[in-house]
């Protein structure tokens, strides 16, 4: 207790996070778990979610048109982005754990209410760019099997409202990591497209970059890779989950797990892709999931390209709902001091929270049943994140620096790493605006 008053009184952690602040013993594996060889599961949870999130509806159109026109020659750098997404996210551990403060609430702190309300107003104009793209996702896999609209958007709608209201952030985990897991069937689709093992080597060793096509498709996918609301949905779930810095370690090999399965989602979707309509017919249109499904099942049939792909565009749809919403809810909720938690049924205190969160939700599957264009809307959202980038990341990188203790910041070497991989996401995501506006 002394230790935490000194760095409160040096301005290292911030006062209000007292409150809500995890203890040394929090979320420490129970002896069973222990016995059971399996303690670290019972730590792990938000990395995972997040990552699985980030493998949502409108990344893996990227990647499907990444995998038709470039083939295997998009693989490599879909593994370059294991790192980058690991290095970013991990500041977000960092700083949730140690501080005990969401972002939106370290940002007030240590910024300003108006540098704050910046922040906010990106996460939630990014929030609901997010939730118009996953509900255009489940419409889409809906529509692959006869259902419409809406009827698959309102049952999306009413699972995603009552998710939030079992009174558990680690229940509405488990769930969200269930409903991710659904983006395996992407692994069996690549293996039902007898992908040639000679031609992805020969791909791996193969990145076009003086290619102006190649490059703005890598940029769509660096682009792709941090959200506004992933950074605030994981530090706010580490605080929800009360994590301590004695999990710390526990938490950074979440992450790292979920960033290399996220990816080699998108490799599987690359391949898949590649080794069937990039071989055949790479200028096929693939901007959406019925576009998608259309012109994978002639080569993969029925069970391969349209069950399997809609179940695991279904799965990485709904996760990224749950994430995308939650970061924005509890982002505001950071921002203008309301009470906001998971662990809590809605009452007064937090009422104004559960309403954010319902209100996004509604607003997304309103706009999406009024038949707006959803191609159009899922290429602005990926520009609107590319613009948002140098906010996000600004921020992120200047409360690393100055809220948290000494001991806990990056120094030498793993600073400049990290400093310059996140300016290389920063650049690449502004490289694709012009040319996605038509500018070019």
């Known amino acids: 207790m002394a230790d935490r008053a000194g760095a409160i ?33 019972a730590l792990w949870g938000p990395g995972l979610v997040v990552m699985l999130a980030d493998t949502d509806a409108g990344s893996l159109i990227t990647a499907s048109q990444s995998g038709a026109q470039w083939g295997y020659k998009m693989i490599m750098p879909q593994v370059i982005l294991m790192p980058i997404l690991y290095v970013v996210q991990e500041i977000t551990v960092r700083l949730g754990i140690v501080t005990g403060q969401g972002h939106g609430a370290l940002i007030r702190a240590r910024f300003g209410r108006w540098w704050a ?22 419409a889409g896999v809906g529509q692959l099997f006869g259902v419409s609209p809406w009827v698959t958007i309102p049952i999306a709608t009413v699972f995603l409202l009552a998710l939030a209201l079992t009174g558990s952030y680690g229940r509405v985990e488990r769930i969200g990591i269930a409903v991710g897991l659904a983006e395996l069937a992407f692994f069996v689709a690549m293996f039902m497209s007898r992908p040639h093992i000679g031609a992805m080597a020969h791909g791996l060793g193969s990145m076009p970059l003086g290619n102006s096509s190649y490059l703005l498709l890598v940029a769509a996918n660096v682009g792709a890779v941090i959200m506004p609301w992933m950074v605030f949905y994981q530090q706010g779930a580490v605080i929800d989950k009360q994590l301590s ?60 390209g349209t069950v399997l792909f809609g179940l695991g565009m279904m799965g990485a749809a709904l996760v990224a709902a749950i994430v995308s919403s939650l970061a924005g809810a509890w982002g505001l909720a950071e921002v203008f001091g309301w009470k906001h ?3 809590e049924r809605p009452n007064r205190r937090t009422a104004k929270f559960y309403i954010t969160y319902a209100l ?18 899922s290429v602005d ?24 203790p000494e001991q806990w910041r990056m120094r030498g070497f793993r600073k400049y790493l990290t400093w310059t991989l996140c300016l290389l996401v920063m650049g690449f995501g502004l490289y694709m605006v012009p040319s996605t506006l038509g500018w070019t």
């Not at 989602?265 to 249109?285: E, F, K, R, W, Y």
């Open 360 to 377: 996004a939700h509604v607003v997304g599957a309103v706009l999406v049943l009024a038949s707006v264009d959803l191609v159009n809307l």
């Open 381 to 404: 959202v990926e520009v609107m994140n590319a613009l948002l980038l140098p906010i996000v990341l600004g921020f992120l990188l200047a409360l690393e620096a100055k809220a948290l």
């Open 9 to 41: 009184a040096a301005g290292q952690v911030h006062p209000a996070a007292e409150e809500d602040a995890p203890t040394a013993t929090s979320a420490l594996p129970t002896p069973r778990h222990r016995w059971l060889g399996l303690g670290f599961l």
């Open 341 to 343: 938690t998971l662990n």
């Open 117 to 138: 309300l910046l922040s906010a107003c990106t996460l939630f104009v990014s929030a609901i760019g997010a939730l118009l793209t996953e509900f255009a996702g489940v």
């Open 245 to 304: 810095v004695a999990t710390i370690r526990q938490a950074r090999q979440d992450t790292a797990f979920g960033a290399v399965l996220t990816q080699l989602i998108m490799i599987s979707m690359v391949v898949a892709v590649a080794a069937t309509i990039g071989l055949h017919n790479p200028g096929a249109a693939l901007n959406t999931v019925g576009q998608i499904a259309g012109a994978l099942t002639p080569y993969l049939g029925h069970l391969g």
